[in-house]
């Protein structure tokens, strides 16, 4: 399984951005998808996750802020993430992740710097 993650970059305090995430591989289950996040100099953190009925779960620094979906198309599942409202405490490696049930599968990160 592939998981690649796309649109980080930078922004401004108070900005909004959209993540995405494709995750593509022959056959493979998807029990859910989620983001997660490093600052630097602390430790990976959950953002936001989505099972898969539908069901989401969101950090509570970002509840009211973030929201993540997913879609599906041919042996590719698509997360993403909106971000509103960024400040700079969101400044962060964000890393979309997959969980299969038997493995979990890791994009590279893309960055996200919120700073004037």
């Known amino acids: 399984v592939q998981v690649v993650e796309s649109g980080g970059g930078l922004v401004q305090p108070g900005g909004s951005l959209r993540l995405s995430c494709a995750a593509s591989?022959?056959?493979?289950?998807?029990?859910?998808m989620g983001w997660y996040r490093q600052a630097p100099g602390k430790q990976r953190e959950l953002v936001a996750t989505?099972?898969?009925?539908?069901?989401?779960?969101?950090a509570d620094s970002v509840k009211g802020r973030f929201s993540n979906s997913r879609d599906n198309a041919k042996n590719t599942v698509n997360l993403y993430l909106q971000m509103s409202s960024l400040n700079p405490a969101n400044t962060a490696v964000y890393y979309c992740?997959?969980?299969?049930?038997?493995?979990?599968?890791w994009g590279q990160g893309t960055h996200i710097t919120a700073s004037s």
């Open positions: 989505i099972f898969s009925g539908g069901r989401t779960n969101n």
């Open positions: 591989g022959s056959t493979f289950v998807v029990n859910s």
């Open positions: 992740s997959v969980d299969s049930g038997e493995s979990i599968y």
